[in-house]
């Protein structure tokens, strides 16, 4: 006898906090939708409501306590489902892999304070594709099912509805698509609808999860929808059965049940939120970073010193910049006047966890020795690895010191002179300060002091580099300039003779007739034309470093790029500012490393990705490599956020121009009207180029996006006696490929809690030497996320989950 397989109806609300709204608004509508989710339980015994979001009930909970307390009702009851085990239903490519660590550390939290119980599901139904490295994201955070919208069933093929979604790592989930192939979600013919998936239950082999409610603005389940789901219950000639459900025990239903598995991550084709308003995404990486280097250092003046641990900042901190990461917020898809909230939210985020970072390095620096001869500049390094890096540092000079614009002299704390490059100070009052440029390397998770004399250094310190207006040399690479476009025309390998890259940073505008989402367009459209060099000067020369700065136009648009060179360390940088005026055009850097057929990796978050080279648009994190068996090269950003791969030619996407909130389904655009356009003005960020023998893994490059993301820090410190030693490391890390991404207090209590991620797929042995505390070792396997507990009391150190237990 066949199984009987049921349409498992589940009464949900997909709320947008903000979109073509902003917060405000929505606030006012949730509170309406969750009381009418109320009286449809009053309506209707076996109603179930499934929702849950932290922000929305800390909303609720500010302005009507005593609807927050019927909530907490009838979640003890079970009539109500807290589903959402995350902060927000996030964009699941733009943040970086410890965000999605957090949106479900602090979501359950919030779950388990405020309702006693946890969510065992995590509900994305409108983000705009899902990473591979999720599963064990969410596996380890205590969630065991994932519900998701898209992509679509035209978007991609899945092997039916209902999976097993697993991570690299073997870490796996059920995960089920809803709407298209297992039965439509949020219709208001929730009756037709099911008979129609009714007839596919039997091919299915199991139950289908239907959702119903309203969905975006808010609005609870409607009483018409309940009226049919009671009608097919009644039925007895449909030949299914139809059921009111929670979501987690739909799941439980079908988790025995034989399977198909996905290995891969789930890409939606509609690409435009991949790079729509990079100043949102640029700022949360900013944030990102600046929270988790505030942790670290506030760690170690817990460590060092006894002092408490900020928790009371940093929690609000970390709960504001999830908040911003609600995928229509991060995508660039909602109305023009919420980026102006969601900048400030950024802005208190950002300027919260530096006041964190900067009362601890401050604690620590002021009991450094720096009774010596010179202008203390101590130099830290939060990354957990050695670093060797150029450093820019600026010292006031007016009215403590007589004015000074002469040359300088920079020492390490043994005395040994390290050359240094005078450049231009970032105020224009010669005299008043002095700015500079020098490498150096700083130790692990630590810091190391040098000292500035008024003084000429030596005279073999002093050689430039041999640099034009139309061309850089060191040692390593030759840069010639393209006199039309004011890229780089090559960059040549002086060891080898070879043409390591032609046209690199080369603009190009394309065509661009997406929507905000582009899901009216399959791609960008042709080449609008070329930038025309307006001007290339030689910026900066010296023993450090050499800068050309070209200036090039297009339409009404101009692109100023910095071109820098290093002499003894194998770095190219540019820096890019666009004054940007077009509509429906895209802009991008391209760079063409002259491989025949590469391989694609990119980084995603908290791992990376295999990809096809076939020109379609793809978001991307920190870094894209494009490498053949016995060479490569990496392309690492601050503010690219998506790219296509054309042959060997990378185009890494600085911005696009739809119009705000702006969809194709309604009516056409009026040329008359007057539209608010996505990215105009002023856009800046950063790239670095790294060529390299082998693949990435051999180069280290998730360790060198890292860097160049959250680069060295430096404090200007008095002359003063202490106890501290000039030079010092907190951290050292000894491990093939693994990174120590996290340093922070638990939770719950004053333990300190480290993550460590595998990163290149292998398994590692890694040996962690914590000063003072102790030393000790671990193996990783490939692709995992290990976070460790070391006890305060103790010192006993155990393996955790990411809920930290």
Not at 365 to 382: C, H, Q, S, Y
Not at 606 to 628: H, T
Not at 651 to 663: A, C, E
Request: proline fraction near 5%.
């Amino acid at each position: 006898m066949e199984e009987k397989y049921a349409i498992c109806m589940a009464g949900t609300t997909h709320f947008d906090p903000v979109w073509l709204w902003t917060w405000d608004e929505a606030m006012a509508s949730i509170r309406s939708t969750l009381r009418s989710a109320l009286e449809r339980m009053k309506e209707e015994p076996e109603f179930i409501y499934s929702f849950s979001c932290p922000p929305v009930f800390e909303w609720i909970k500010h302005t009507d306590p005593a609807l927050f307390n019927e909530i907490c009702r009838k979640v003890k009851d079970g009539k109500w489902e807290l589903v959402e085990g995350w902060w927000v239903q996030p964009d699941c490519h733009v943040a970086s892999g410890e965000s999605y660590v957090r949106h479900g550390l602090h979501g359950q939290r919030y779950l388990q304070d405020h309702f006693g119980m946890r969510s065992r599901s995590c509900f994305n139904t409108d983000s705009f594709g899902h990473n591979i490295m999720l599963p064990q994201i969410l596996k380890k955070a205590g969630i065991d099912y994932y519900v998701f919208g898209r992509p679509s069933e035209s978007e991609m093929k899945l092997p039916g509805p209902l999976f097993r979604w697993q991570s690299p790592d073997g870490s796996a989930v059920l995960a089920y698509r809803c709407g298209g192939d297992g039965a439509n979600s949020f219709s208001t013919a929730l009756d037709q609808d099911a008979y129609e998936a009714g007839k596919r239950l039997q091919t299915l082999g199991h139950d289908v999860l239907m959702l119903y409610g309203v969905s975006n603005h808010g609005g609870a389940p409607t009483k018409k929808s309940m009226q049919q789901i009671n009608s097919l219950i009644m039925d007895s000639r449909k030949g299914f059965d139809v059921t009111y459900t929670r979501v987690d025990r739909y799941f439980d239903r079908q988790r025995d049940r034989d399977m198909p598995s996905v290995n891969d991550e789930l890409m939606v084709t509609a690409f435009g939120v991949f790079s729509n308003h990079t100043e949102i995404k640029k700022n949360n990486r900013i944030a990102e970073y600046a929270l988790l280097s505030a942790e670290k250092a506030a760690s170690l003046v817990k460590i060092v010193y006894g002092e408490p641990y900020p928790k009371d900042r940093l929690m609000p901190c970390w709960r504001d910049l999830l908040f911003n990461q609600f995928h229509d917020i991060i995508g660039g898809a909602c109305i023009k006047s919420a980026y102006f909230d969601a900048r400030n939210l950024h802005g208190r985020v950002i300027q919260g966890a530096s006041e964190v970072l900067h009362f601890s390095l401050q604690c620590m620096t002021k009991d450094i020795d720096t009774a010596k001869e010179g202008f203390p500049v101590v130099v830290w390094n939060l990354n957990a690895f050695d670093v060797s890096v150029p450093i820019e540092a600026e010292l006031q000079w007016a009215w403590e010191f007589d004015w000074y614009k002469g040359p300088l002299t920079i020492a390490g704390s043994d005395g040994t002179a390290i050359p240094n490059q005078i450049i231009k100070e970032h105020s224009v009052l010669p005299g008043f300060r002095s700015r500079f440029v020098f490498a150096a390397d700083i130790p692990s998770f630590g810091y190391r002091t040098f000292f500035v004399r008024q003084e000429k250094q030596p005279d073999p310190f002093e050689a430039k580099m041999k640099a034009d207006h139309t061309a850089l040399e060191s040692g390593k690479y030759r840069i010639k300039i393209c006199r039309k476009t004011g890229c780089i025309e090559s960059i040549v390998d002086r060891v080898t003779g070879r043409i390591v890259c032609a046209d690199a940073a080369k603009p190009v505008v394309r065509a661009d007739a997406g929507d905000t989402w582009a899901f009216n367009v399959q791609g960008y459209g042709e080449v609008s034309g070329s930038f025309r060099l307006i001007s290339s000067e030689l910026l900066e020369n010296g023993p450090i470093r050499s800068v050309i700065r070209t200036k090039a136009a297009f339409g009404s648009s101009v692109i100023e790029q910095d071109i820098v060179l290093y002499a003894d360390k194998d770095i190219i940088e540019g820096r890019f500012k666009v004054f940007w005026r077009e509509q429906h055009k895209v802009l991008k850097l391209s760079f063409d490393p002259l491989i025949a057929d590469p391989d694609v990796t990119a980084s995603v978050p908290y791992g990376s990705i295999k990809r096809q080279n076939d020109a379609r648009e793809m978001p991307v994190g920190e870094w894209l490599d494009v490498s053949e068996k016995s060479r490569g090269v990496s392309v690492i950003g601050d503010s690219f956020f998506a790219y296509d791969v054309t042959g060997a030619v990378i185009s890494m996407t600085v911005l696009r121009s739809p119009i705000h909130g702006h969809l194709t389904w309604q009516d056409p655009i009026d040329p008359d009207a007057a539209y608010d356009y996505v990215d105009q003005g002023v856009r800046e960020g950063k790239w670095r180029l790294i060529f390299h023998d082998g693949d990435w893994r051999q180069a280290k490059i998730p360790q060198q996006a890292a860097l160049f993301n959250n680069p060295v820090i430096t404090v200007n410190e008095a002359n003063h006696t202490g106890t501290g030693p000039c030079d010092r490391s907190f951290v050292r890390i000894d491990g093939k490929s693994s990174i120590l991404t996290v340093c922070k207090e638990s939770e719950e209590q004053e333990d300190l809690v480290m993550r460590l991620v595998e990163y290149a797929g292998r398994h590692d042995h890694v040996k962690i030497e914590m000063r003072p505390l102790k030393a000790f070792e671990l193996s990783m396997e490939p692709w995992e996320i290990k976070t460790l507990l070391l006890k305060k009391n103790t010192a006993e150190i155990k393996e955790v989950n990411l809920l930290e237990e």
